[in-house]
């Protein structure tokens, strides 16, 4: 298996823009998070998806982050306007649920720099 | 909120010795699970401990759950340099399967 892919590994934008980051998790896995990481905060949970539902997104900075799971391979995270804030790491995970174990899978990450 | 508070927050070895970092965490948990993360890098699950084992070993690596004093750590034997990195440990609630993660313990290991 390829492990969680992600991309872009990196994002340049100005702020004000549109990012979309793209998450595929490991076929099988049936819960997904979204997570940021800043040197400032650590690594913080977004969203939380069980079985391709919204469970948890209690983490999403504001109404300018929203997150979608169409199908168990595919979820986005999108910032709409963004902001230089939102400089981070952002990380998709995934895990297997069945089996109590919790073990997640992390991707890449993508590095966002919004200037 | 970070649950888990790794201690220390840096630390910087020579090859060959052992590298121990602690872990506290304030309410009650399921499990407990360490991660790795090298720089520019993904984090990658080493070892999940659950609230009824005491001590769990996976090849260099040792790790101990104290439930009573909410508190864990990991030990590395005998570390080499490729074990630099950015330890994490990472808390699991009951009923969920989200994760809470601290800030982490960054290691240097100098050949």
């Known amino acids: 298996d390829a492990g969680v892919i992600q991309s872009p590994r990196h994002e340049v934008t100005e702020m004000g823009q549109e990012v979309t980051l793209r998450c595929k998790p490991i076929s099988g896995h049936n819960s997904l998070f979204w997570y940021r990481q800043t040197m400032m905060r650590g690594l913080e949970l977004l969203i939380y998806f069980n079985n391709n539902v919204p469970i948890d997104d209690s983490g999403m900075p504001e109404d300018r982050f929203s997150a979608k799971m169409p199908n168990a391979s595919f979820s986005t995270l999108k910032i709409q306007p963004s902001e230089p804030r939102d400089s981070a790491v952002y990380f998709c995970?995934?895990?297997?649920?069945?089996?109590?174990?919790?073990?997640?899978?992390f991707g890449p990450g993508t590095r966002l720099t919004v200037t | 909120s970070q649950q888990g508070e790794e201690d220390p927050q840096a630390l910087s070895i020579q090859e060959g010795e052992n590298a121990t970092m602690n872990c506290s965490y304030k309410?009650?948990?399921?499990?407990l699970q360490w991660y790795r993360q090298n720089s520019g890098r993904g984090l990658v699950h080493l070892i999940l401990?659950?609230?009824?084992?005491r001590e769990k070993h996976s090849g260099r690596l040792r790790v101990t759950l104290d439930t009573s004093k909410k508190s864990s750590s990991l030990l590395i034997t005998a570390s080499r340099a490729a074990d630099t990195a950015s330890y994490f440990c990472?808390?699991?609630?009951?009923?969920?399967?989200?994760?809470?993660f601290g800030k982490g313990t960054m290691l240097l290991v100098s050949p």
């Open positions: 309410t009650s948990i399921n499990n």
């Open positions: 990472a808390t699991a609630g009951g009923g969920y399967s989200t994760l809470t």
């Open positions: 401990i659950r609230s009824n084992e």
């Open positions: 995970a995934s895990s297997e649920t069945s089996g109590n174990s919790y073990e997640q899978y």
